[in-house]
């Protein structure tokens, strides 16, 4: 057990260049066995996973080579040298276009998620590289539940899982990484009508969790170490059946829409 108000996060070892129709769970499960400290599994952990792999075990990647463009899309490349291929695909993949200008384009994706690109990326997509995009997960909480299952049933521990993407913020510089599929945790903690450590009542504070929990991840995982899978032992967590809809902000309580 960790000490009290410990954090740990594992990277797991020696997962390969993931490709279309790998077993996500059981070489998640491979790198569990291989990693050093990880096992035995514990009531205090949760898995995250980033989106690169599970979209291309699932197979959600365009191949460019076989995107025609349209106007809009060749008429923004043009003007901010991007790829007028790619361009396309974010739009093709976008329910809503929020802004598209200054070589900015941030759309609303089917799922609902309000990002750069509708999440569309060219990096770290493997031997592919520089013909290939990926594409988000479908359904990324049913891509949790399905990794959550496997490792359940290889090591009997019902372990949580996170989907994590990295996104842009609003105002700030930077990105970090957020959940945007889960399993087996409610992704919010939802503190109003508890008091603070003064005894006041709290009105507002609700806390992102998953968010939280996908951000901790990624610290250890980094963007080029080649490392798409960590362990995070010893956060309080509200196990549950949550979804990332929960997190999703109604257009009523959108003060920017």
Known sequence: MLAESSLLVLALD???????????????????????????????????VTQKIVSKAEGAVVDLTGVIPGEDAIEFARRYERDPRQVQVV??????????????????????????????????????????????????????ASIRAAVRERFGVDVPVIVSDSFGR????????????????LPLDDLRGSPDADGRIMRSTVRAVADELASAAELELGKTAGRPVAIVRGAEITRGEGSIRDVLMRAENDLFR
Do not use: K
């Open 14 to 48: 020696g997962i390969p260049e993931i490709r279309l129709r790998d077993d996500l769970g059981a070489l998640i499960g491979d790198a569990i066995d291989r990693t050093p400290v990880a096992l035995p599994l514990t009531d205090e952990d949760v898995l995250v």
């Open 91 to 144: 739009l093709n993949e976008a329910a809503r276009v929020v802004r598209m200008e200054n070589g900015v384009l941030i759309t609303e994706t089917a799922h609902g998620f309000v990002c750069a690109n509708g999440g569309v990326d060219a990096s770290n997509v493997g031997p592919g590289s520089g013909s290939l995009v990926t594409l988000l997960p479908r359904d990324p909480d049913a891509s949790a």
């Open 170 to 185: 609003p105002w700030r510089w930077g990105i970090v990484d957020v959940a945007i599929g889960v399993s087996g945790l």
